[in-house]
């Protein structure tokens, strides 16, 4: 795993994006794996003003998102589908068709965990980005959840929906399932990207990349992966010692 430490958010999303944009000049029908949730913010709006340059197109691209909470409409404002397609989808020239989200509406029934599960394996991704929550997980992997799973609905810890409440109004609101990628999808990525912003997110990384690997932090896993870069601003590397940025 390598980790950069950057001076502000702003560095790490033009970090992210310029890896993105050089494998999607080299590649224009990338499958790309992509993630919700703040820290990402920076990283579509680079993407966007490039592709308005023109030096990008989305065009052959498919992107595959990591997760979606359960029992919401796709037109919910805090749906996942909705989060993507007011920052990155509808700014491109992406074709529909070519975006995957876990279907949440069908997703209790087996048929709508294995219709993506099918997906990606059909379709193996070929940058994976990631954000981590405070408790570690990655995806809605958390705590406790077995390295060793495919696509699943998976039950939200309090911890996770008090931090995601912010636009549901309050805690009650926020869903209590969500459909996944397992971790086990996750790792199939053949280069993964894991972007941490914030003073709260400092623990989690410090336990993450100092600690034994374990599923009780599931980004602990990220470290066996062989092309894992890891993008942190300085906050978020705070309680990290100088020379930990190279394990
Ligand atoms: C949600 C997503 C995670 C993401 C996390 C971090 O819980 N399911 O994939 O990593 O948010 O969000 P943020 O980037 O806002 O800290």
């Not at 087996?110 to 995806?139: C, F, K, T």
């Not at 809605?140 to 309090?158: I, R």
């Not at 109004?169 to 971790?183: D, L």
Request: proline share 2%.
């Amino acid at each position: 795993m390598k980790i950069v430490v950057c001076e502000t958010e702003k560095e790490v999303s033009k970090i992210a994006a310029d890896i993105i944009i050089a494998k999607m000049k080299f590649n224009n029908s990338l499958n790309l794996g992509l993630a919700t949730g703040s820290s990402q913010l920076g990283l579509y709006q680079v993407l966007v003003r490039v592709f308005e340059k023109g030096v990008i197109s989305f065009e052959k691209v498919k992107t595959f998102n990591l997760d979606e909470y359960l029992d919401i409409e796709r037109s919910h404002p805090q749906s996942f589908y909705s989060f993507m397609d007011a920052n990155l989808f509808k700014h491109v020239n992406i074709k529909k068709e070519n975006i995957y989200i876990p279907n949440s509406k069908l997703a209790k029934s087996a048929s709508s965990v294995a219709w993506y599960n099918d997906m990606l394996s059909e379709n193996p991704i070929d940058i994976q980005m990631l954000g981590i929550g405070r408790n570690g997980h990655i995806g809605f992997n958390e705590p406790g959840t077995s390295f060793d799973k495919e696509v699943f609905v998976a039950k939200l810890t309090q911890e996770t929906r008090i931090d995601n409440a912010s636009g549901f109004g309050c805690v009650s609101q926020v869903p209590k399932y969500a459909i996944t990628m397992g971790i086990k999808n996750i790792m199939s990525a053949k280069k993964i990207v894991l972007i941490v912003t914030g003073i709260h997110k400092a623990k989690i990384i410090e336990q993450m990349i100092n600690g034994k690997i374990n599923d009780k932090i599931p980004a602990s896993i990220l470290k066996t992966h062989q092309d894992c870069l890891v993008i942190l601003d300085k906050d978020a590397a705070s309680l990290l010692k100088k020379g930990e940025e190279q394990k």
